[in-house]
């Protein structure tokens, strides 16, 4: 998720990202990832949340391989919208438990 291509796509399209912090206790972190049916609190564990269908989530668990597939899941939340002059059409809000 930190990689340059990553981060060139985030702040391009405008995509506001959140991390959630797991490296001390924190019960709304695991409440939360239960509620994204990770009843296991497993990490990393990725929630893109569209702009224009917040409540369904595109979930993803595990170590990704590449920037390409969170860039593919960020397009298909509607993330990459019509970036340009004007700024990006729509926007994403992503959830990051970290260990």
Known sequence: MNQPETKAFVESAGIVTLKADKTHTAPEVDELLRQLGNKGGSIPFYAI?????????????????????????FKEAGGAGD???NGPVAATAMATPEP
């Not at 949340?49 to 899941?73: E, R, T």
């Open 83 to 85: 970036v340009g002059q």
């Open 49 to 73: 949340f569209p702009a224009d269908n917040p409540n369904k989530p595109i979930l993803l668990d595990g170590l990704l391989a590449s920037p390409a597939q969170i860039i593919a899941k």
